[in-house]
């Protein structure tokens, strides 16, 4: 009997251990994609006030980190920034640097 009770025991801290594992692998990819959100908000926001007072979308992100104060994590993120026409919005996607989805 304490042989099976040994195996059941060290069988049910592994599916713990394991569990646990799974779910700070499942918040750490959570806070990442709140951070994806975070810096494509920043974007989108520092975009959206250009066009508010200048009356035009701005072609790149250089102009929006020169005059809107936009700052993010440059080694960290990939923002891809496309401006159709001064008066539309621009396509913007932000991925993790490393992810393979550059």
Not at 82 to 90: D, G, H, I, Y
Request: hydrophobic share 50%; charged share 20%; glycine share 6%.
């Amino acid at each position: 009997m304490t042989v099976k009770r040994t195996v059941v025991t060290v069988v049910l801290l592994v599916i713990l251990l394991a569990g646990a594992v799974l779910l700070i692998n499942s918040m750490v990819s959570a806070g990442d994609a709140g951070e994806v959100r975070m810096v494509q908000d920043a974007v989108r926001n520092a975009a959206t006030t250009c066009f508010a007072v200048e009356g035009a979308y701005p072609a790149d992100l250089d102009y929006l980190r020169e005059n809107y104060g936009l700052a993010y994590d440059e080694d960290k993120y990939h923002v891809l920034y496309e401006a159709f026409a001064s008066n539309q919005m621009p396509e913007i996607r932000v991925t993790v640097r490393g992810d393979g989805l550059i």
